[in-house]
């Protein structure tokens, strides 16, 4: 049977981000789609560390300066000599084919239009290939899920560097899948197909649970596999899932030019620190060697700035952007970036901070 | 269509200042005003400040002292060489003929009534002269929202000198609006005048949304703004919406007469800290070397024993005051201030404070 | 109109101190003296310190010892050389002809069951002389609340002297009535009268609220009154509604004979400290010069457990008691008692803590 | 009239732990067995302990290590040189006939299967003989409560070691009954013999409440009961109930030759510390002389993962162990560890550690 799903294309009137994961609950699961719905927003068994990733906002405050000249904010920074107009990226996302019938390919139109950047993962329900075809040269990074078989990571990495991809992402927090109960209760399997996926002799995925996809992943991932990935791409990587101080630093010892601190937005090991509280620890060992990219429970522009003031220099949305690819597809994915933007421009004037680096330099109470 | 509000004026029996806000929801809520109250309480974000605010004065306690012979409690206190019956004054709060059709002027007649103060708002309903107008030389100061435009701010302020004025305010924390949703989905205009604006050749206000409002003032505010007010006024100026210690010495440095801790209740930055918890570190810095008036979230005569215990030498209240203003006019206003007054004098009795001094080398634990 | 209340005599079966407040509230409400079980039950504005004073318990715990020997619990102990079965007294309570006919006669004969302390307030609804005469040369002891009138003081003192009490306890802590909201919405006054006022010529109460009863008395107390009281007795003097360790210091040097660490059950300064919290400290500066009587918030055996290996020596029971006392009686009050003598032998065993004294050397974690 | 309960024998499905307390209560309660639930489910007075036991475990997190070439976890270990599969094992739980018509015999089995080790209680609803020949050889431990009688002490040990138990746990925690409000309540007397009692001229408990069980048993236990063990068994022996450091020192001192940190699930001293809060503590002052075996409050393998890495060799299952007893029998007890090792394979995998050593020496956050 076909799997439907949205088809709309319009921008999003947003009052906040939280309130979006209620409104496509309520349309996905009219169409039917209530086991996709749940794959996207639940997280691993008692989604704790989900929760704790947005609480732990609250355990830092930002004190707000006055009188110090600020005519307006400047949202625009880069990560590897790539102008962005907005330090707000997305976050690699599986099977974005489960929220709109156009995928990934609209999340990607979604994000040049807010000139900011789009990962594709390598479990996505588009290539690599229709990602890049769908913008016009605006920036994309690829998501790598490292395969137990080394011919399959080159052909994959190969067919990404063809596409045009800047940099790689080598997915180092799900060598299995977290134990994610709302798909055990719903026995979720993936309706469509990993395009990515189906082009070599692998499964595509589909009629396959998360966990058995994780498994037939690469389980030992060690520290050469980025100098690895690095030789076959030329291309810098960074290492995702980072929320220890000694990985970070063996990672970076190791050949990696970004590390990406994240969680997986609370999908893999519950019981874990929130990942904004990992964070400062992080920024100090790395000491701004390479960039680092932040994850996981953002849901507002203070978020984003409190994560810049903590050691943050990209901060990656995952499950809202989704919301907005499936409200409006592209223009609801932009629809979705412009809002934080607005609420970080907001916090960024009345915190005092005119732009990233010096959103970067506040210290935070 | 002309904006119906409360014509009431009577003196309010109050059992506590928290129980006012839903009185004043129904009966606005029952006129047709329901975004006028939800701009009056509402506040940015999340609302996260806005509850700290209340909540952070039960992370410090008062340890009452007996046997230490208090017959009674004196309330007088006062400011800038003005007398003033008790330490609890008013905040300046925009607008105020939203609740009320006297507005600014029955404000100020219950301020005097309690023997304390009253400031108008750039933003008021009534002008300058006509808030002065309104009593017999009871002591009022001048909030101004400056202007891009300095001839306009020369103008207002050479009015405010004229109404005779005793300080101004300098309102630093809202150089933009803050985010706030409920105004953001009742789609808030302000269906009255500020005819402090409307005898210049700006607008006054009606039919715009509070971000408009702001975002209409000046943006770049400089600590030298402080000295050119003084310049043009020849008043003490206080700067409002301090949360840092820094900037409360780089404001003194630049001439400051007085530091008004405040986070514009919880209105402009969610995400910030509660007002009482950096109140501590300002006063440390402050040294005593100019007055400190503190306001956002006090709800309590506890509260504004704790504020005057951390350092603060006047503890103004914004929201309950204008809920008074809804339900009784001039003497619903002073039947704020005197509960207030009430909760104080019990407070200070039994924790064994005498008078405004005592309480303010009362050490909390 | 008469006032109408229980006559029950009969022990009661207790699961647990907490779940008697409900069963009484309906008995009380259903005779019509809602405000007399407000009066009883309720405390100063928001009612935060009333329920710090019982979760403060939960900020330590008991390490349970094992293989230590134990065979059985003894509760034995004493205060000024009278020996008493329990640790657990009776908090002197105002108008006990509230919850009962028999009032503080009663409550009286249930201490004396259950062979512990009885204190009669100057507030009772009973003479000190009836309280006296109810039981057999029980121990009881007085508690003063002062009055301007010093003549009015001696009468009253000498009363209490000729009765036969064994100590006189000054209370320190409400020389005005707490904020009680639950009072102030039911315009409470006093249905029946102060026995111990009558006999002079002040008012016996009727008609009077509490706020009014504790402004007729003396404000301005100080630390020569101990000294006073104990000329015109001969009796030590415990001074109650101690919570700073300055205080407890001075009452000492001043001449108390003990200490009574109280905040009056939450009924009088909101905001303050949660009594538990505060017993360490104070105990740090008696030293075990004088005895320590404890009160608020104790509903457990295990918080019984908790203040005596804090510090206390005598740990006292207010509304429980009252409770007991409406629900039964004398009988009822010696139910109290017993139950909390069950769970506290428990606690003992459990601990690995023989006697009281091993109780008090109990370090808490 | 005879007790029925559940005679299921078929694997239990499960999402989790905590959700199978429903599910027996429903079965429990529509079989008539509401109070024998509430023994085996309810905890001491307040329950906070019990609370606090899983509660605790989210004071601590454990930070995912990455790019460890980690392929899969082994969960292998021993105890005593007995190889066990896996470090989850039973806790000895009286009465287990209330939970299942074959008690103890089908726990026994459901161990055997999941290569983990059992033991069974004093006041089991089978004979120590029965559960050993239940299983083929698997290994038993037998838990004792030692009564006041040494000949029946030393009958009973005797008929252990003949049955073949590998180590003798001494209950040291339980010289007096937890005061169990639900039993309490409930009136709650055993339905159904403890058999290793009846066999000697004692009660076998029917008809007695749990209260009156413990009160027969031994209350002053001492430190050389351990040797006095030691001597009649040549077994080794572990402490069961210590929660203080010292305790535990002492009973190694003693002689103990295994260390187990309880408090009886919150089922006895109630106000005292999380067991997983004290473990730390314990484990740094038995310095690795002899194992330590952790319970209470565990319910996710994530917590069976953080108990090891804070100084345990062997985890416990209580309660969870009972409902799958009483869902699917021998099967449905194993259901419970398979789960519980799913949850810890994963958490294993994804925080970085291959093997139970790897575990132990992680360092929690």
Redesign the interface.
Known sequence: MTYLTSTDEHAVEI??LKSLEALVKERMVAQGNRGAFGYLRGAA??E?TLRENTES??RK????????????ADLSTSIFGIPLKTPIIQAPVAAQGLAHMEGEVDTAKGMEKVGSLFSISTYGSTTVEEAAEAVNGAPQFFQLYMSKDDEFNQYLLNKAVKAGVKAIILT??S?????R?ED??SKFQFPIPMKNLESYSVTDGVGKGIFEIFGAAK?????D??QKIKNWTNLPVL?K????P??AL??IT?GADGIWVS?HGGR??????ASF??LPAIAAVVKKRVPIVFDSGVR????V??ALASGADLVAIGRPIIWGLNLGGADGVASVVEHLN??LS??M???GAKDIESVKTTEL?
């Open positions: 009052v906040n068994e008692d704790w906002f609250n405050t930002i004190v707000p300066r006055v009188l110090r000249g600020i005519d307006s180092a927090d060598t299995l899948g977290g134990y109960e055990v209760v389980q030992g991932l060690v520290l596999d980025i290492v899932g980072i929320q220890s000694i990985d063996e990672a190791a969680n893999q090991l519950d019981g874990g620190p509280d990992v507002r522009g203070e978020h700035f409190k607005h609420e907001i916090t004037q009345l915190a109470l």
